[in-house]
Structure formats: structure tokens, C-alpha cells
């Protein structure tokens, strides 16, 4: 359960206000979908949440599964099984794909076993080549966000935020990575997904709620039909 | 005013025309320019006689000895009562204290002695002594040939492929003690060694200087690998100085790992491919701490046909050190159809580290073919930010990294010393840069 009250978040570096006042509840196998024009802040939420250090919170409490992690590290929040999709992961030059896998396992305190992780690849469709390429390096777009899928499979997270899973991607990644996210939600965990397409929403399951954000303020909040609406109606901000 | 050269001939025993040599050499300190790439150091500061006040470390119980070293004395069939002798933890007249490992080597078709042995009682060793390095040339060289104490001579036989590495570390005690080593290895045609140089054990002496010196012959088609360890302590400046000549189809790798550099260090390696076809590969890792100091300087001629020089350089800075990495390969007009690359890159742990390197290429023929690539840089805050997003701690993320930067350097070297650069990774990885 990830439970966000009140949130208002600046950058941290100029203090210019990007969220404000963000309310947000969103249980166990719960799947909301976060939408917005560019620059409406939907990363920002995403990377606060995370605790990035770019932004700081100017009031309000992020809780995951009943405890603040306001204040919490990064990585101590992963710990806690919350989980990012990078919207562009970086390149991480020199370290290999397999021996950085086995260093989150390990540092999240799960077995390394290279057949899990071969066999959690397979599922998001990257081949076996791939497990000797240095992280990210070289990778496609879709190759890119189908690696960010299977990290995510491999650490079962209880909560994933995933920022635009979707862009950028062809029609076969796509269709993995639409598996992986229903894999997760039958697992039970929450997740929140931003998008800017409904394209994705299709193979997904069809009772999530959707968030609109402008100028980083959550104007509407609703079922699928807000998605149509702006289909056809645009943000109207 | 330089006036040891006699005194410390005299002091050894050495025939007259060594004592002239040196003598020679001493002349030439003052005159002789300083390498031009390398930080200077006040030679006169030095008192070359040593300070006599070596302090012997004291593990003079074989019980002490760590195990790989242990494994490798086993390994080599030394008798277990010549392990203080053969490590220098106790001082015997090392002409005697070495029979074992003679004969060890003599059976594998390798002369081993004491350099000023060598001098003495090998006439090739007189041949080759000091050639490859005119004392007129610089001041490390001029104060070497007139101060050279201790050191190794070490004959690799016609086409003897030696099994193991050699550690030169074991193979002449007062080697450790001496404040200019000379080392003349000679691999005759068709032989293949591996040689091991330095060690990450504790210096043991309590000279504030360093200049060793190291002259490699590699014959036709004979293939050498030169794994060279260092690791100074803080107070130590070092100028250890190297040239190798590589004849017809021979071949020679080096592999340089640089873990302490002392308060300053100035490595010095020129490699001269003189016959057709031969080949030099040098990787080089370096780690530069606290207050520390290096030049590295790397340079390969390449002056016949149908040659291959290869450098690679890698540097991982942190704190307020400084390291600099000359590299050079030179095409001389009779390096038809040869090819040169030069990699060097560094990483910065944290602001206020420094890496510089200076890839030079020069070419005189028309079908050499040359290339370098250089790049500097910090590992980036989307990169550690997206590492700890998995759950890794900034620590593990930044060792991530190193590691994934040293390792295929590690890897070519034996694993009880590429355990030591992997340790030294994790050091440099942890928290608390300035």
C-alpha cells in the first residue's frame, strides 16, 4: 500500500515548487495510471516517491506498506520493495548485465541463481547475448525498458512505479512488457503506471483508476472513461 | 658534490673498470637533463650510501610467511629452513643463500645470480649491462649506473618455455634492501617466461628514494609477460626506470599495477621493437590516493616491419591525487605496415582528484597504421542514483563500477596479486573522499 498525503515537492537545487498538495492511495494489486502533459510533473512524483536527490519535500508524507519513508535513502526504500522503471535508464559503462543483476539480488537480500535471472530475461524476450552486454550500453529503446521489466520481475517489488514503460517501444515489446506489469498485479503489488498512450492500457487488466496531473496539481481523478475523454478532449488545461 | 661512486665500488669489490664506470656515470649527474615527462626529485637529498639503519621486519619465523608465498616457496622445492633467507627477513652473504633456488632454476634451464655476481663471473652480462640505457642520457640514469646496488641477472635458455611465473621478489634478497636495484633479463631465442617484479608485501627498507632500473632483451621469437607490482609507502619517492628490446617475431607483455605510489612516483618504460614482427602489449592500472603522486610514461618504438605496439592505461584517482599518463608509440620510417594503439582513460572517485593523460602518436612511415582514444571522467549521478534505486548503497554502486573497470586488467595476472588490486578497489570505493 502506498499512501501519499499532501504532498508538496520543490527541486531541490532552486526550490521551484513541481507538486502540489498530491493526494494518493493506492492498495495491493491496484492499478493506477498517472497522465499528464509534459512537464505536469508525472516524473517528478515518480522520482520523489523513489527519493531522488533532485527533489526535496516542502511538506506532506509518502507512506509505503504503513511506514514514512520520507526520509528514508534510496536504496533503503528499494529495500523496502518499492520499485522504479527509469523513464531512460542510464548507460552504467564497464559493468556487466549479469554481474549487476546478482549485485541487486544479492544487496536486497535475495538468492542469486543464474538460472532465475536467464529465465526472467527469457521472459521479457532478450536473448542470451544479452547477458555478457554492459548495462544498458548499446541497448534499443525497447531492449532498454524490457531490461527495466525484468529487474523489476527479479526483485518482486510490493509496490512499482513505472514512468513511461511504453514510450518509445515497438509493438512486440510492448506486448512483454504488458505481461510483466499483469504478472506483478497478479501478484499483488500496487502499481503506478505513466503513460501518455492508451495503447498499453489495452493489454492490461480494465478496472484502474487514472490520474490527471497539471502543473503538477492531480486536476481529475476517475475510471477508464477519463482516458477516453482525453482521447478525445486533450488535457484542457 | 657527488663522491660515493668509488667509495661504494670499493665497498663491493668491483673490478676497476665497474668502479670507472660508475665513476663515469657520477660525472654526469649534474650535467644530465632530468626526463622531461617525470616530476623531478632533489637527488642530493639522497644520500645514495644508504642510512644504514635498515630495520629488518620481524617475522623471522617461517610460521609467519603468508600463505600464497608459502604455496609458491613449496612450489618452487625451497627447503623450508631457506624461507627467512630466500625472503630477506634474515641477512646472510647471498651468494650462498640462494643455492637452492639455483639449482631450482638451473634444472629448468635458467641462470639466476645476483647482479654484481653476474658482472663478475659472466661475460655476457658484462655485454649487456647498462646498454641499453647511456648514463649521458638523464640524471635517473646517470645517478643509477654510478649508485646501482643489488639486483638480479636472470638467463632464460634457448627455447626454454619456463613453467610458472618467476617472482623476482624471492630471487636476490638484498634487492629489497637497495636503493637502485639493477635487474638485466635476458630471454634467448625461442624462450617463453613470465616475470613477476615487486610485491605487495611491505617495502622493507627505510630509503626515502627509489631508482631502480630494469633492462630486458627478448630474442627472436622468444615471448616474455612482465607483471610489475607496486605499492610504496607514503614517504617513499620512486623512479624506477625500464627498456626492453624485442627482436625478430618476439614478443613481450607487461602488466603494470600501481597500488601505493609513495609520496611521488615516476614510472619510466621504453620498449624498442626492433625486429620484424614483434609485438608489445602494455596494460597499466594505477591507484592514486591521499596526497599521492604519479607519472607513468609509456613509450614504443616501433623500428621494423610489421610491428605491433599496444598501450593501454587505466587511472582511478581519488582524494587530492594527481596522476599523469605519457604514452607515445612511434613509427619509425622502417615500420612498414605496422600497427599502433593507444588507450587511456581515467576515472575520478571525487571532485578534487586529477587525471591527465597525454596520448601522443608519431608516424614516419605512410602504411603504419596509429591510433589513440583518451577519456576522463567522474562516474555520474544518474548512474549512482539509478544503482541505489535497486537497492545498492552509493558504496557498492561506485565498487560496481571500479570493478567492472579493473577487472579485465585483473584478470591478466596471477590471482593471489589481482585479489590485492580487487582489495584496493574496495578501499577506494568506500566513503570519505575529500
Redesign the interface.
Given at each position: 500500500m502506498l499512501q501519499i498525503e499532501k504532498l508538496t515537492a520543490a527541486i531541490a537545487e532552486t526550490g521551484e515548487i513541481k507538486l502540489k498538495n498530491i493526494n494518493l492511495t493506492i492498495g495491493p494489486g491496484e492499478l493506477h495510471v498517472l497522465m499528464g502533459p509534459n512537464g505536469s510533473g508525472k516524473s517528478t512524483l515518480a522520482n520523489t516517491i523513489?527519493g531522488?536527490?533532485q527533489y526535496k519535500i516542502v511538506e506532506g508524507s509518502i507512506n509505503l506498506n504503513g511506514e514514512e519513508i520520507n526520509n528514508l535513502?534510496?536504496?533503503e526504500?528499494?529495500?523496502k520493495s518499492l520499485?522504479?522503471s527509469?523513464q531512460s535508464?542510464?548507460?552504467?559503462?564497464?559493468?556487466?548485465y549479469t554481474?549487476?543483476l546478482q549485485?541487486?539480488l544479492e544487496?536486497?537480500g535475495m538468492e542469486v541463481d543464474l538460472n532465475r535471472i536467464k529465465g526472467v530475461l527469457r521472459k521479457v524476450g532478450l536473448s542470451g547475448e544479452f547477458i555478457s552486454r554492459?548495462v544498458n550500453k548499446g541497448f534499443s529503446g525497447g531492449e532498454r525498458k524490457r531490461a527495466e521489466m525484468a529487474?523489476m520481475l527479479l526483485?518482486k517489488p510490493s509496490f512499482a512505479i513505472l514512468d513511461e514503460p511504453d514510450s518509445g517501444v515497438d509493438v512486440d515489446s510492448l506486448k512483454y512488457i504488458a505481461g510483466t506489469i499483469n504478472e506483478i498485479l497478479n501478484r499483488n503489488a500496487g502499481v503506478l503506471l505513466i503513460t501518455h498512450a492508451a495503447k498499453i492500457l489495452g493489454h492490461l487488466p480494465s478496472n484502474f483508476k487514472v490520474h490527471i496531473l497539471v502543473d503538477g496539481e492531480i486536476r481529475a481523478s476517475g475510471g477508464p472513461e477519463l482516458v477516453e475523454k482525453i482521447e478525445s478532449e486533450g488535457f484542457g488545461s | 658534490m657527488w663522491n660515493f661512486a668509488r667509495k661504494i665500488g670499493e665497498k663491493n669489490g668491483e673490478p676497476e673498470w665497474l668502479i670507472q664506470l660508475r665513476e663515469e656515470a657520477e660525472s654526469y649527474i649534474d650535467r644530465a637533463p632530468f626526463p622531461e615527462e617525470i616530476k623531478s626529485v632533489d637527488l642530493e637529498y639522497y644520500n645514495p650510501m644508504g642510512r644504514g639503519d635498515i630495520d629488518l621486519p620481524d617475522i623471522k619465523d617461517p610460521r609467519n610467511i603468508p600463505p600464497e608465498i608459502r604455496d609458491m616457496l613449496t612450489k618452487m622445492g625451497i627447503p623450508e629452513r631457506e624461507w627467512p633467507t630466500v625472503l630477506g627477513m634474515i641477512q646472510v652473504d647471498t651468494s650462498s643463500s640462494i643455492s637452492s633456488l639455483k639449482s631450482y632454476f638451473e634444472k629448468l634451464g635458467v641462470i639466476l645470480l645476483p647482479f654484481r655476481d653476474a658482472l663478475k663471473e659472466v661475460e655476457e652480462a658484462r655485454e649487456y649491462a647498462f646498454k641499453l640505457m647511456p648514463y649521458k642520457e638523464n640524471k635517473i640514469v646517470a645517478y643509477h649506473t654510478a649508485y646501482w646496488n643489488g639486483g638480479v641477472y636472470l638467463k632464460i635458455g634457448k627455447n626454454v618455455k619456463v613453467p610458472q611465473p618467476l617472482h623476482t621478489y624471492f630471487l636476490i634478497t638484498e634487492s629489497k634492501l637497495a636503493q637502485a636495484d639493477h635487474a638485466l633479463f635476458i630471454l634467448e631465442e625461442g624462450s617463453e617466461a613470465t616475470l613477476i617484479e615487486g610485491c605487495t608485501a611491505p617495502i622493507l627498507t627505510r630509503f626515502s628514494a627509489h631508482l631502480g632500473a630494469t633492462e630486458v632483451y627478448v630474442k627472436k621469437n622468444a615471448k616474455a609477460k612482465v607483471v610489475v607490482l607496486q605499492n610504496w609507502p607514503g614517504y617513499v619517492n620512486t623512479r624506477p626506470y625500464t627498456r626492453v628490446v624485442v627482436e625478430d617475431g618476439g614478443e613481450i607483455e607487461v602488466v603494470v599495477a600501481i597500488l601505493g605510489t609513495g609520496k611521488t612516483s615516476g614510472r619510466y618504460e621504453e620498449i624498442f621493437l626492433k625486429g620484424k614482427g614483434s609485438k608489445a602489449k602494455i596494460n597499466s592500472i594505477s591507484f592514486v590516493r591521499d596526497q599521492g603522486y604519479l607519472d607513468d610514461v609509456i613509450k614504443v618504438y616501433l623500428e621494423a616491419p610489421e610491428t605491433t605496439g599496444y598501450i593501454n592505461t587505466k587511472g582511478v584517482v581519488k582524494d587530492n591525487g594527481i596522476s599523469n599518463s605519457y604514452t607515445l608509440i612511434e613509427a619509425r620510417k622502417e615500420a612498414e605496415n605496422s600497427l599502433g594503439h593507444i588507450e587511456c582513460t581515467g576515472l575520478l572517485l571525487n571532485r578534487g582528484a586529477i587525471h591527465s593523460t597525454f596520448p601522443f602518436i608519431y608516424s614516419n612511415t605512410r602504411s603504419a597504421q596509429l591510433e589513440h582514444e583518451a577519456f576522463v571522467g567522474k562516474i555520474?549521478?544518474?548512474?549512482i542514483?539509478?544503482?541505489?534505486?535497486?537497492?545498492?548503497?552509493?558504496e557498492?554502486a561506485v565498487s560496481?563500477?571500479l570493478?567492472?573497470?579493473i577487472d579485465p586488467v585483473a584478470e591478466m595476472i596471477p590471482f593471489e596479486f589481482s585479489a590485492e588490486i580487487r582489495r584496493m578497489a574496495n578501499i577506494l570505493a568506500e566513503r570519505g573522499g575529500a
Open positions: 523513489m531522488s536527490s535513502p534510496t536504496e526504500r528499494a529495500k520499485f522504479l527509469f535508464p542510464p548507460e552504467i559503462p564497464m559493468v556487466n554481474k549487476f549485485a541487486i544487496a536486497n554492459e529487474q526483485l | 555520474g549521478d544518474d548512474v542514483e539509478y544503482m541505489r534505486s535497486r537497492g545498492l548503497t552509493e557498492k560496481l563500477v570493478r567492472g573497470y
